[in-house]
């Protein structure tokens, strides 16, 4: 990270230059700038350390435990098949359950794209619902980044872990699902994201998104719907 870039970071002031915002930058530094137990609940997507996208040459050991520190209420982590048991070992006692997910339509491809079946691994409480996801996937482009997760999950997972007005962090937002999903469901997020051309697709993504009312969608609504398709 260059001191152009560390320097704009220093600038930030918590909470009014976090919340609702994409902010470009490393997100263990970004973290660094947010005190214990502001964010209700936590989704990160690391990258997964299988160098399949430029991104993806590391898995970034400990950024869990930063999760922890941020966390009221829970944190979901993808963090792929291969670190499965790193990511548990740095949960720690906070591990709580996998959360498996299967895309229902099975149209998935490509080396890092959507896959059929999504696990996560979560610490905290799931506040309504299982730990079993199905989802059909409505829309298959790519967003301009080779790993974006399908919106119809994120909204499943955010409609488990958080309510309404909730305050949500996704420390990898790369597309902007996470972001978009929040806004869509009357959820605060904090997207972060180190790579300035996909803040740049986030922000334009969030831009095309309206803003549901809190109560236009209800879980047992969504997941119905989910089921129909
Ligand atoms: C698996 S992708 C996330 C995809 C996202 N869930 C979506 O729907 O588009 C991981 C992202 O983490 C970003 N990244 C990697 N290291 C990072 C870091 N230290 N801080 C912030 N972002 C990082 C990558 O640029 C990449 O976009």
Known sequence: MSNNSLNKLAKLSWPDDFIDKVICGNCLEVMGLIPDKQIDFIFADSPYGRNKADWDFYYPIGYEKEILRL????????????????????????????????????????????QNVIIALCAGKIKRGQNFIQFSISDLSRKNHPAPKPIEYMRAIILRFSDPMDLILDPFLGSGTTAVACKELGRHFIGIEINPDYCKIAEHRLAQTACQSELAITFHELDHKVEEK
Do not use: H, S
Not at 85 to 109: C, F, H, S, V
């Open 71 to 114: 966390a009221k209420n829970g944190v979901v982590i993808t963090c792929g098949e291969k670190n499965i048991g790193t990511a548990i070992t740095q949960l720690g006692d906070e591990y709580k359950a996998p959360i498996y997910a299967w895309n229902k339509n099975g149209m998935t491809r490509g080396i890092l794209g959507y």
